[in-house]
């Protein structure tokens, strides 16, 4: 029953910056672990932040110094924060949620998904 809501997509020019949030219905947020994913088209879905059962982040190697997760637990908000966005960055991007004991790279290992939010970087 846990539903994720994106937002924040849009077309922005090169060197923009954006924020993703993504809004879940469940009441105990804590127990899950976030991440964002995104895919474009033709391409493999990839991951691109995600946090630890700790609390640390991890990024793609694309992501690190650009983007940064964050997130708000009393608004069960989890969010990405994008910034110097270049063209290569056009996908859409996902919210996913796992269980605590499951990985957090492949998607194979995310039990819940948004729909998924557009961005576009122009030149």
């Known amino acids: 029953q846990v539903q994720l809501v994106e937002s924040g997509g849009g077309l922005v020019q090169a060197g923009d910056s954006l924020r993703l949030s993504c809004v879940t219905s469940?009441?105990?947020?804590?127990?899950?672990?976030f991440a964002w994913f995104r895919q474009a088209p033709g391409k493999e879905r990839e991951f691109v932040a995600s946090f630890r059962g700790t609390g640390d982040a991890i990024y793609s190697d694309s992501s690190k110094g650009r983007f940064t997760i964050s997130r708000n637990v009393r608004k069960r908000t989890t969010y990405l924060q994008m910034d110097s966005l270049e063209p290569a960055d056009t996908a859409v991007y996902y919210c996913?949620?796992?269980?605590?004991?499951?990985?957090?790279?492949?998607?194979?290992?995310?039990?819940?998904w948004g729909q998924g939010t557009q961005v576009t970087v122009s030149s």
């Open positions: 469940d009441p105990v947020f804590v127990e899950h672990w």
């Open positions: 996913a949620a796992r269980d605590p004991d499951r990985g957090a790279f492949s998607p194979n290992d995310y039990k819940y």
